[in-house]
């Protein structure tokens, strides 16, 4: 099993829909978890971060956590052509006890908004 | 504020060689994190380090590949010998904080073996 995966895609919504991107992982202790979005030969950018159980909202984006249940989203909502990129799910893992962990990538999910 | 800047943006040279990518982290933060990322394998953990030193190198993929970093300010990934199988897109990242701080990119090194 994959320390972090995600849907497989590609997912095509049209302009206006919602977009909901999925994402486990397998690590009890994780504690931070990000979404980056990259578009075709850039480099990842940060959208959002969650760490507490529930919904964090930002503009048109919310992520949601659920630590029970090892799953993390990402709902789109008013989906517009720009936001057509992969959007990569990330988990911290702490080094040793340390707090100065690390992040495991999944492979990401390709998001296609179609006019 | 200056993102994370990565030197060249581009490589392209011949099996055997040696090259060497560049990074300067964003000003302030203490951690460092090169990557790698294809299109079969995603995008890899190399390396990280927190303030200078090395913590994690077990994404390294063979003795080919060393990274340095002597201060604050720069870090190097070097490759030699260079093989085509190591052609992809490197990435260096930084981070402000603990693990619970986000990973800001630079724009990467596209290397290319021949």
């Given at each position: 099993q994959k320390e972090v995966e995600q849907n497989s895609g590609p997912l095509s919504v049209p302009e206006g829909a919602i977009a909901s991107l999925n994402c486990t992982y397998?690590?009890?202790?994780?504690?931070s978890f990000f979404w980056y979005r990259q578009y075709s030969g850039k480099s990842p950018e940060l959208i959002m971060f969650i760490y507490s159980n529930g919904d964090k909202e930002d503009g048109r984006f919310t992520a949601q956590l659920n630590k029970a249940s090892q799953y993390v989203s990402l709902l789109i909502r008013d989906?517009?052509?720009?936001?057509?990129a992969t959007y990569l799910c990330a988990v911290s893992t702490n080094a040793g006890g340390t707090s100065y962990g690390k992040l495991t990538f999944g492979q990401g999910t390709i998001l296609t908004v179609h006019p | 504020d200056a993102g994370v800047i990565q030197s060249p943006r581009h490589e392209v040279t011949e099996m055997g060689q040696e090259v060497t990518l560049r990074c300067k982290p964003i000003s302030g933060h203490n951690s460092l994190f090169w990557y790698r990322q294809t299109m079969m394998r995603g995008l890899e953990l190399l390396i990280y380090f927190n303030n200078n030193v090395p913590?994690?190198?077990?994404?390294?993929?063979?003795?080919r590949f060393s990274a340095k970093m002597p201060n604050a300010s720069f870090s190097t990934l070097k490759i030699q010998?260079?093989?085509?199988?190591?052609s992809a897109v490197y990435f260096c990242a930084s981070r402000w904080g603990f693990s619970n701080q986000p990973q800001h990119f630079g724009d990467g090194t596209r290397l290319s073996i021949l």
């Open positions: 397998s690590d009890r202790g994780s504690q989906s517009q052509p720009s936001d057509s | 913590i994690d190198d077990s994404g390294m993929p063979e003795d010998p260079s093989e085509p199988r190591d």
